[in-house]
């Protein structure tokens, strides 16, 4: 048997942790530069306010109902994340995280010891709320998929108290009848809108199609999740995550950049973030492209685009920021306003792996950015970073409706009064 476990509207839950003064009130988290709703709990759905709707054209409707409005706290949800996992995964032998507020759980070497599924996903959710205020719902069945679909039913139905298990082949049309094709994990949207077509509207009918024409219609990823649907497992998770064959980091400004030196500093901070995590995962770059546009909705978009290439492979922050200063005057123009840049670190090797120049020299401080890592990994991002990001950065990201940072910064540790 498998658990997926899933904090309940996570954003707007981590926000409550420290206001708990907050959790009976509508409330709903904005995206970057504080454009579009990307979590709302259901007190905030309840009042008709979507999800993924820009905030401009329903900023009226959250001050009329008093909603919560809250910009996102990346640095107070990604602790939150991590200690809510280790608590989760004190729960099975064998834990995989699958995203910032789902974990995967197995229970295949240790069923036995489990008298109780339901009392062991009642524990799970209470010892997630002891530990760390957030409140989760358990989905347990004997494949990925059918507890994938254990924990939607256990979100959408009240009366489940945030848990449901499938055991049993009642349990299982029961709740597969409940929920539409386009609740199954894998169904996307177009997907789903064939299925439909198809005259298969339920989870249940999906189950019951054939697993072979389905995959001759669609692919093999169906034929899976049909197969999983009825019980027998094809899914699995690899407990070895793939290093990434190529890193981006990019965002749009939260104010236009109009000068050389603004442009150089965003792609310098940008260049610090994919560098960061080249190290993480122990890879070299051969290649750093370049990118920086305008708006598309500018009256002429324009778009730039340039590549660097290291004759080293290389890492590090502070060569890459030097060679990007060597090629700045190539995305840059008098009188564009540049609304998005960015980095792309392409053709990415394994440090362990170099082919090393005897003609050429690299140029990278390995010491120098691991003791950089190191002190932003303990004290938080940017405690340390190149001056070439510039110390006043008026293009960074907007962020007015930010709470703070209570786990992370030594300056928004709560302070109580006892009286």
């Not at 530990?131 to 989905?139: A, D, E, M, N, Q």
């Not at 005897?358 to 940017?382: C, E, T, W």
Request: proline share 4%; charged share 20%.
């Amino acid at each position: 048997m498998f658990a997926l476990v899933d904090a309940t509207s996570f954003y707007c839950s981590a926000e409550q942790v420290f206001r708990p003064e907050w959790r009976n009130r509508p409330m709903v988290v904005l995206s970057n530069n504080d454009g579009c709703i990307v979590a709302a709990n259901r007190l905030a759905t309840n009042l008709g306010v979507p999800k993924f709707q820009p905030y401009f054209q329903i900023a009226e409707k959250c001050r009329h109902h008093n909603v919560i409005v809250l910009s996102s706290n990346y640095e107070l949800y990604a602790d939150l994340s991590s200690k809510m996992m280790q608590v989760i995964g004190q729960f099975a032998p064998e834990q995989h995280i699958y995203s910032i507020d789902e974990s995967f759980l197995s229970f295949k070497h240790c069923q036995q010891a489990i008298p109780c599924l339901a009392t062991h996903a009642k524990r799970i959710r209470q010892t997630v709320w002891q530990y760390t205020r957030l409140p989760v719902c358990v989905g347990i069945g004997p494949t990925l998929t059918l507890a994938k679909v254990a924990n939607k039913a256990a979100k959408l139905t009240p009366s489940s108290k945030g848990i449901c298990i499938i055991n049993n082949e009642q349990a299982r049309r029961a709740t597969l009848s409940a929920l539409t094709v386009g609740d199954i994990w894998g169904i996307g949207r177009k997907t789903a809108a064939k299925l439909t077509a198809m005259n298969i509207h339920t989870a249940w009918a999906l189950a019951n199609a054939s697993p072979s024409m389905m995959r001759k219609q669609f692919n093999v990823e169906i034929e899976r999740t049909i197969r999983e649907l009825n019980g027998i497992e094809c899914k699995q998770w690899d407990n070895v995550k793939v290093d990434k064959q190529q890193i981006f980091s990019t965002r749009s400004v939260g104010e236009r950049i109009t000068d050389i030196n603004g442009l150089h500093q965003a792609l310098c901070m940008h260049i610090s973030i994919a560098a960061a995590k080249a190290r993480k995962q122990n890879s070299l770059c051969k290649v750093m492209m370049l990118f920086a546009h305008n708006s598309p909705h500018d009256s002429y978009p324009q778009s730039f685009k340039v590549n660097v290439n290291f004759t080293c492979a290389t890492n590090c922050s502070a060569e890459m920021s030097h060679a990007a200063s060597s090629v700045i005057h190539k995305l840059y123009r008098p009188g564009v306003h540049y609304y998005k840049v960015g980095v792309g670190l392409l053709d990415l090797i394994n440090s362990q792996h170099q082919q090393l120049d005897l003609f050429n020299v690299s140029k990278a401080k390995p010491q120098l950015m691991q003791v950089l890592d190191n002190i932003n990994h303990r004290y938080g991002r940017d405690t340390l970073y190149l001056g070439a990001q510039g110390t006043q950065q008026k293009w960074a990201m907007h962020r007015n409706f930010l709470s703070p940072q209570y786990t992370t910064d030594w300056r928004h540790i709560p302070i109580i009064r006892c009286e």
